[in-house]
């Protein structure tokens, strides 16, 4: 070393780290406090219609159900829930209020192909409707005949690509401890190709969407023997977290007992008189696109003709595949989820 070389002092980086994670801890405080206070004015501001309507939506959800208990007793938080949670029970289906267009009255101008994608806007909703001209064309489609935990389900767009399919939306509700469910395994009934393969407990009821050897959708509470009993062939369960039953719409009569929940992405079906099915997904969740209630999915359904009509699994888990593509806004942060059921639309002629 030259004696008028002086060596260079060590920059101490320990306190500019320090400062940075200070900053980010008083940053994430105050996140954390402002959202606490945005809970606060939802849950115990002056609003009691906003109060019910954001602790519907809460209980409807799998991984963030608890929220509403932040700042409420559970007392308080269960005297919202609906009052269609009490008695499930509803009318059958009359299918004879199903006339089914032969095959070759089924086309219109509009959808070359028999199917006709339409977008929708309703209240705090938006979403796409597909209609089906041909029901014999909608299937139910499943992940495995084998379902289990270790297997997660397929996503919308493979299961579609599965049966060759060229639409499809999710149908029936599954596992989701915490919403954290691979999809692998369906909660209550599954009905494929007429085969019986999922059921939780020998006579156990079920709220049941699904389509007959006819092709006349049925939706109502009955047991699995009871759904084979009317010959369904391709049928889903569901019931909402908070317990709503699936049944929208039965022989043109909204089931008002049944309705009920908060604003959430919705999956629903229904069938017209002619046959023709309504497959509907309604985005939430956003803050252009906050959800639709279950009444607002039966307005919509008998806007546009349904005679029965029922609620399928919703939430992040609500998704329209069409021609390879989704088409709707998924809610899930992680993209669209692993699912063990779809309802599919095959390809005219098949």
Request: hydrophobic share 40%; proline share 4%; with cysteine.
């Amino acid at each position: 070393m030259q004696p008028n070389e002086q060596s260079k002092p060590k920059k101490n980086t320990a306190r500019p780290l320090g400062r940075l994670g200070a900053f980010l801890l008083v940053t994430l405080a105050l996140l954390l406090i402002t959202l606490l206070g945005v809970i606060w004015v939802l849950e115990k501001g002056p609003s009691p219609t906003i109060t019910e309507k954001f602790c519907r939506s809460m209980r409807e959800t799998s991984a963030i159900r608890w929220i509403p208990n932040i700042f409420l007793s559970q007392e308080e938080v269960d005297a919202f829930k609906s009052e269609s949670t009490e008695n499930d029970e509803t009318e059958t289906v009359n299918t004879s209020l199903i006339r089914i267009a032969p095959a070759a009255e089924s086309g219109t101008e509009t959808a070359d192909d028999g199917v006709e994608l339409i977008a929708i806007t309703r209240g705090t909703a938006k979403g796409k409707l597909l209609i089906v001209r041909d029901p014999s064309r909608v299937i139910l489609g499943v992940s495995s005949e084998e379902f289990n935990a270790k297997t997660p389900g397929l996503q919308l767009t493979e299961l579609v690509a599965k049966y060759g399919g060229v639409a499809g939306t999710n149908a029936g509700g599954f596992n989701d401890e915490n919403g954290r469910g691979n999809g692998g395994v369906p909660q209550g009934l599954v009905i494929s190709g007429g085969a019986l393969l999922h059921t939780a407990r020998e006579g156990e009821r079920y709220n049941v969407v699904g389509f007959d050897a006819d092709h006349i959708l049925h939706v109502g509470t009955m047991t699995a023997d009871e759904a084979l009993a009317q010959g369904l062939t391709d049928a889903v369960s569901f019931r909402t977290h908070d317990g709503l039953a699936s049944s929208l719409i039965i022989n043109g009569e909204v089931q008002s007992k049944n309705l009920g929940g908060g604003v959430n992405p919705r999956t629903a079906i229904g069938q017209c008189a002619d046959g023709s099915v309504l497959l509907l997904v309604l985005d939430g969740r956003s803050i252009n696109t906050l959800g639709a209630t279950m009444q607002d999915v039966a307005d919509i359904m008998l806007e546009y003709g349904a005679v029965n009509a029922g609620n399928l699994d919703g939430g992040s888990s609500s998704v329209m595949v069409y021609d390879g593509e989704i088409i709707n806004n998924c809610a899930s942060v992680t993209g669209p989820r692993n699912i063990p059921t779809a309802f599919i639309v095959l390809p005219e002629g098949d």
